[in-house]
């Protein structure tokens, strides 16, 4: 990407000590990118990483076009990161997709597809075809997961049934517009991402993915999923409390 040339395309890649899996994702993406011929950014959010990520993406930007690396300083979250990047980004679209790739890039396609359809919000699901999950979870992790989005139906995104996939494409106008006014730094930001997508009337289109479990993944069941159930109840409440209203 030359500096005359637009991106149309912008990925934004949260990372929290990524050193072991980022490297062959930004492979992944570079080559995807080349293939189809697309100008576009990556755009590495460096979640106050204390191992060398951040140096690997330095080192990979010479063969990397539209390679960008942006740095939180300290860790803040993964919600807080992908906030960061979107807010940094320059291109019309804007993917956010997990640093281990667990829905490989080549999905990008079916979210395009429900984009140009009409929808300012495209999310990766696993629920709508579980045949399509190559690797699944640990059997708790997918119970958990699956009692988690009952709840989400319940209290924030009735209807979308797969809130928590890493891969999410939207307009640039959307997710400027809602993650100004998004707040939960961590796991839960994906259902308040959607909650205030819905909120502001904006279309949101739920597309099948490929999805293969890492087993390195960095969520942790009763840390993690915790904090996630007490974001359901805060984000419901923030609206109730008037949080939201420079939406």
């Known amino acids: 990407m030359t500096t005359s040339q637009k991106p149309s395309l912008s990925i934004v890649i949260p990372a929290f000590n990524e ?7 930004l492979d992944r993406i570079a080559a995807y990118v080349q293939g189809r011929g697309l100008v576009c950014e990556t755009i590495v959010v460096d979640d106050g990483s204390t191992d060398a990520t951040a140096g690997l993406v330095l080192a990979k930007r010479s063969g990397f076009d539209g390679l960008r690396l942006l740095s939180l300083g300290s860790n803040q979250g993964k919600g807080a990161a992908v906030k960061a990047g979107v807010l940094d980004a320059q ?85 400027r517009r809602l993650f100004r006014v998004q707040w939960v730094p961590r796991f839960g930001f994906d259902v308040e991402f959607l909650f205030l997508a819905r909120k502001a009337g904006y279309s949101i289109a739920e597309v099948p993915v490929r999805w293969i479990n890492s087993p390195e993944s960095k969520v942790r069941p009763i840390r993690d999923g915790g904090r996630a159930f007490l974001d359901l109840v805060l984000i419901r409440w923030h609206d109730w409390r008037g949080r939201y209203k420079g939406l």
């Not at 359809?117 to 708790?140: C, E, K, M, T």
């Not at 989005?149 to 106008?173: E, R, Y």
């Open 19 to 25: 050193e072991g899996r980022l490297g062959a994702t």
């Open 91 to 175: 291109a019309p679209r804007i993917l956010f997709t997990d640093a281990d790739l667990s829905t490989p890039i080549e999905e990008l396609g079916a979210l395009e597809a429900a984009l140009d359809g009409g929808a300012s919000v495209a999310v990766g699901s696993r629920a709508l075809d579980r045949a399509r999950i190559s690797v699944h979870q640990p059997f708790y992790r997918e119970m958990g997961g699956r009692l988690f989005n009952t709840l989400v139906q319940w209290l924030n995104v009735p209807g979308i049934q797969d809130t928590q996939c890493g891969f999410k494409l939207f307009t640039a106008d959307a997710g």
